[in-house]
């Protein structure tokens, strides 16, 4: 293996706690190099969430869950594996269409588990062992029915090049056998477009190594085309796909190399003469013009929106390798600006991810030693000065790095799949602190206020973990408040509803945190059962200005309608506090008051 890709393991894989790699593991040799595109040139941090069973409900999904097609809806028929075999997680679709119960599946091993999933020939596990991702073509019958599901298999490793877990994902592609067409099984290829998949890219790449005096990557993220996918299924997305790999290919020049990167991007290289300066003016041109392209499948009108990132050999790197992820970490970046555009690479944006893998591991690092803190912020009662809630921060100083802001750290944990780990972490910690804090007679009253982020208020599991844990502790639901960021509701507002009514028949009470801020819609007021609404500081802050005080008037007639309670957020001088009383607002919370504090600061 060439030098200039073993050295690629930095990227994410420092991102990934280690776990006794009993079952599978890379060989005996700790020392065992990677294979090409693991590392820099995978820059992204897979998140567990990316397999989550939520999506947009549409008649396709209806007919999905009467025993239609199962190819349809917005479910992926997916499953994850830790290292010695044993399944942690399955999407509620796979187990849908095997007929399975969820109890059945968790904490049972791949192997006696592989026929019920519809895998039969387990030589797969060869391909994970050498190569670190695999492909499986199985075929099964679904009420009498022959189904063909391909499944591939991704592996994440650890920092010893050991692995950590394996991803499955099934693609049903029953339509493409039907109709004839050639399905690629050779592990180099995309199954769907016949294109070199990531890993072929990288292998393409390694032998042209030596043959190349200038290349060009470009990213291409076609964005839009998960919408499709949710709301007409695998099916129709498929062929917008095949569409565009034939637009690719049409165009394509000799020195040219296209590869189906993941389900939704594409990478074209093109070196040597097709790199010309003359030649990548051209395409920047094409790709600018081509930034949204319509398809029309089946009598319908699909748009596609794309972001494209491009990097230049050897100007932004001298590792054609490497070049394709620096073209990725620019099209990333194109996301951000204001007016969608083709992205160049610039150093700043390896920075970046260099800066966030050494976070994520400084945050495991935290997690392992419990150093992230959780801090209380009192909430009062200004009628009778009485402490009511006490909100819950986290808070974190690391020994190198100095103080992490909280909305760094849930970037990180969220971007290197530790979320929930950090998540249940500090709900314990809450919950313990809250149950020594009551004890002090001035707090007996109070409740605890829990932030939750809106990964734990979709994650079907949370509630049921929160429900244990208060009873364990020895606490009732109806002692702890909920808060939830306005900006939750952005998306999947129906199914945001359903997961917070849930939480109010548990018991718990529902405060719409930062109410203002960003969303700013009167319809969550209307259509969410909510317990109280914290008034963004913003608000607080110019409450001398006619509008806002207005506006406070308003949200606090219609609290008192629906016998709702008002909180005032950062409340920082004394005639803020009286005119926010004077309005009607009599919780207040803000340094003028207090500041957040340790538990042991209000234990006596």
């Known amino acids: 293996m060439n030098k200039k890709f073993t050295d690629r393991t930095m990227d994410v894989s420092s991102a990934f706690s280690p776990s006794d790699p009993e079952f599978l593991r890379v060989g005996n040799d700790s020392g065992r190099s990677l294979p090409p595109g693991y590392g820099v040139a995978a820059p992204f941090f897979w998140n567990a969430h990316s397999f989550s069973d939520e999506g947009i409900s549409s008649p396709v999904n209806d007919a999905g869950a009467q025993g239609h097609r199962f190819g349809d809806g917005t479910e992926k028929m997916s499953f994850r594996f830790d290292s010695r075999g044993f399944i942690d997680y399955i999407s509620r679709k796979t187990l849908r269409v095997f007929h399975l119960q969820e109890e059945d599946i968790i904490g049972k091993n791949i192997i006696e588990l592989s026929k019920p999933l ?12 050498h190569d670190f991702r695999a492909q499986h073509l199985t075929e099964i019958l679904i009420d009498n029915n022959k189904r063909w599901i391909l499944w591939n298999f991704e ?66 993220d076609c964005w839009s085309l998960s919408k499709i996918t949710d709301y007409y299924g695998y099916h129709v997305s498929d062929e917008v796909v095949l569409l565009m790999a034939k637009e690719f290919q049409k165009i394509s020049e000799k020195d040219w190399i296209i590869a189906r990167y993941s389900e939704s991007t594409f990478v074209v290289v093109c070196f040597n003469m097709s790199a010309s300066q003359t030649k990548i003016d051209r395409m920047l041109e094409e790709f600018a013009i081509n930034l949204t392209s319509f398809y029309t499948i089946r009598e319908m009108r699909f748009q596609i929106d794309k972001r494209i990132g491009y990097a230049m050999y050897p100007e932004d790197s001298r590792d054609l390798g490497k070049l394709v992820s620096c073209s990725s970490l620019a099209m990333k970046e194109s996301i951000h600006q204001d007016q969608v555009s083709v992205k160049r690479y610039q150093r700043y944006m390896s920075e970046a991810l260099e800066q966030n893998v050494l976070y994520a591991g400084k945050l495991r690092e935290a997690l392992d030693r419990q150093e992230i803190e959780v801090f209380f912020q009192k909430i009062i009662d200004v ?66 206020s829990l932030n939750i982020t809106p990964a734990s208020l979709l994650d079907p599991h949370f509630l049921a973990y929160l429900d244990g844990k208060v009873q364990e502790k020895g606490l009732k639901p109806e002692t702890i408040c909920i808060e939830i960021c306005e900006s939750t509701f952005v998306n999947s507002l129906d199914l945001c509803i359903e997961r917070i009514n849930e939480f109010r028949q548990h018991g718990y009470s529902i405060a719409i945190d930062d109410f203002g801020r960003e969303y700013s819609s009167l319809a969550i007021l209307e259509n969410v059962s909510f317990d109280i609404i914290k008034i963004d500081a913003l608000f607080v802050a110019k409450i001398s200005d006619p509008k806002n005080q207005e506006i406070i008037k308003m949200i606090c007639r219609i609290a008192q309608i629906a016998s709702q309670t008002i909180v005032a957020e950062g409340v920082e001088t004394m005639n803020q506090k009286n005119a926010l009383q004077q309005l009607g607002c009599f919780f207040q919370q803000g340094y003028f008051f207090n500041r957040p504090q340790r538990i042991s600061s209000l234990l006596k």
Not at 404 to 428: C, G, V
């Open 383 to 448: 009628g009778n000065d009485e402490v009511v809630y006490f909100e819950e921060l986290a808070r974190w100083n690391d020994r190198q790095l100095g103080y992490i802001s909280p909305k760094t750290m849930f970037t990180i944990a969220k971007e290197s799949n530790m979320l929930d780990r950090l998540e249940r972490y500090l709900t314990e910690k809450a919950l313990d602190a809250i149950c020594q804090v009551t004890q002090e007679r001035e707090y007996r009253k109070a409740k605890l």
């Open 155 to 220: 592996t994440q490793l650890n920092p010893d090049a050991t692995i950590n877990c394996v991803i499955a994902t099934g693609h049903e592609i029953t339509d493409f056998v039907q109709q004839g067409s050639h399905v690629v099984q050779e592990k180099n290829r995309d199954f769907l477009t016949g294109l070199w998949n990531r890993q072929g890219l990288y292998e393409q790449l390694f032998r042209l190594e030596n043959d190349v005096s200038k290349a060009v990557s470009f990213f291409i």
């Open 118 to 129: 519809g895998i039969r020939d387990l030589g797969f596990f060869d391909e994970l062992w």
